[in-house]
């Protein structure tokens, strides 16, 4: 993603999925792997966070049939506001990711989406 939060790729491969961004300085666009250095799945939804993050940012991966996922946040300290949903089709299945800022993620809050049988979030 850049400054604005987009995602400038998404690619599926054999190993996993990855997304590009290009960092606001204009340097070479970076390639991570999901589950990587820099991203790290938190876990199924809906989950509750263990720990206290602070000021973060969060990608959540749905698979499902609209472009809106839907995502709550509660018993959360900050606020919260959905930069970006992109739509992406991995092995075939349409999927949807979101990226979210959130300004105080703190332990016991619950991050859910609806309508989704797969659903999965990271910190990112």
Known sequence: MNDNGAITGMDAREDG????????????PVSKKLGSNGITYLG???YTCTQDYGDC???T?????????????????GSYNIKQIV????GGTLCFLAIVDVTSLNKGATIDTE???TKRVFII
């Open 57 to 59: 940012t969060l990608l």
């Open 115 to 117: 309508s989704s049988d």
């Open 17 to 28: 999925v990855y997304i590009t961004y290009v960092p606001a300085d204009g340097a070479d």
């Open 87 to 90: 739509p992406a089709h991995i």
């Open 44 to 46: 199924d939804m809906p």
């Open 61 to 77: 991966f749905c698979h499902q049939k609209t472009a809106t996922q839907n995502v709550t946040i509660k018993n959360l300290n």
